[in-house]
């Protein structure tokens, strides 16, 4: 677990968060910018010294400023890779990654500099200086430094904010390795919330200094907080699914939702793996009776749970899928010619499209590679 309770005051911002999250896994600090993610990392690796307040990983104590406790930054083992990679231009891409060994000269090396090669593909950049090296491959090597530092904590301030979207897609893989392989805890600061659809495993919302929400990435997604930053055409509900069937041709998986069936565009995945989809509610359509005779494949049967006004003359409806929670964006008209109310049984029609590019692997419990 990693708890947090700071406070910092400065001449026009203050900023007071809380929350406790669990570990391992990613905690994505969310919110736009200027809303205290970095100045909140920074306390968290004692780069910042808070007002007030503690930090606490897995039970240590690392800050306290009641109990005057204040564990240097290097003695934190914590790791921190930056939005620019921070590289030493005079080393070559081994050089880099061998500082980040001699950091951790006298703590148990449980990440091994091979594996940290074979993880982040770094085998042909070993020999290169940082300015012969992309982007994306300059953010692969420092996140390798970091790694090799054998940190209890992995802090990660926007490291794809610097890259075009070419070297985003190219460092991101990377990073859903590194979740998935390595039980250590990682905080990743983001205000683009597709990274974080892709990695967080928890999110901390953050706005002008204050948590306005923080739960599981499922949870959070329906929460009016999270609807209160993110662009309307973001909206939509985060589901977690298990694949029972796949069609390698065809490029599509089925996965199991609820007591429903739901059928996305993905490869490269094996009956029984567990994937997050997103569901935007802008695509959702709501019918009160079966329909046939539509190129729309998707329909997931539920009862409508609640119905809140939204942007401009619409409404969310949430509907309960045998569990999970789909959310769709209607008009009032629309409900009121469907005379939709809280109990009534509904269709949620998705066409598949609509989950392309939200569809993403998870992770189950964490593994090293033998």
């Not at 990743?188 to 990695?199: A, D």
């Not at 995945?269 to 567990?274: E, M, N, T």
């Amino acid at each position: 677990m990693l708890r947090v309770s700071l406070l910092k005051r400065r001449r026009e911002f203050t900023l007071a968060a809380s929350f406790a999250a669990p570990t391992p896994g990613v905690i994505a600090l969310f919110g736009r910018s200027g809303s205290g993610k970095t100045t909140l990392i920074d306390m968290i690796a004692g780069l910042l010294p808070p007002d007030e307040g503690e930090v606490q990983l897995t039970g240590t104590v690392l800050t306290d400023t009641r109990a005057r406790i204040a564990v240097a930054p290097e003695r934190r083992r914590i790791g921190y890779v930056f939005q620019d990679s921070r590289l030493f231009p005079h080393l070559t891409a081994t050089g880099n990654l061998r500082y980040g060994e001699k950091r951790a000269r006298s703590v148990p090396r449980s990440i091994r500099f091979e594996e940290v090669v074979d993880l982040l593909g770094l085998a042909a950049l070993l020999r290169r200086r940082p300015h012969e090296l992309s982007g994306g491959e300059r953010q692969r090597v420092a996140l390798g430094r970091a790694l090799l530092s054998q940190p209890q904590l992995l802090l990660l301030d926007e490291p794809l904010a610097s890259l075009d979207v070419a070297r985003r897609e190219e460092v991101l893989p990377y990073l859903e390795t590194l979740r998935d392989w390595l039980s250590i805890p990682m905080v990743y600061v983001s205000h683009q919330f597709e990274e974080v659809l892709r990695l967080a495993t928890y999110i901390v919302l953050l706005e002008e200094g204050r948590v306005l929400a923080a739960g599981p990435v499922g949870e959070l997604s329906l929460r009016p907080e999270l609807r209160s930053v993110l662009a309307s055409d973001l909206v939509g509900a985060v589901l977690d699914g298990l694949v029972t069937q796949v069609d390698a041709a065809g490029g599509t998986a089925e996965l199991a939702i609820g007591t429903g069936r739901l059928q996305v565009s993905l490869r490269d995945v094996s009956p029984g793996s567990r994937v997050r989809v997103q569901l935007l509610a802008r695509d959702i359509i709501l019918a009160t009776q079966p329909i046939q005779h539509l190129s729309v494949r998707n329909a997931l049967l539920g009862t409508v749970k609640e119905i809140t006004p939204d942007i401009d003359a619409s409404v969310l409806v949430k509907v309960d899928v045998g569990g999970p929670i789909v959310l769709a964006r209607i008009t009032e008209g629309a409900r009121q010619a469907l005379r939709l109310a809280p109990g009534d049984a509904v269709w949620a029609l998705v066409k598949a499209v609509s989950t392309r590019g939200h569809a993403f692997r998870l992770f189950g419990a964490p593994a090293r590679r033998a």
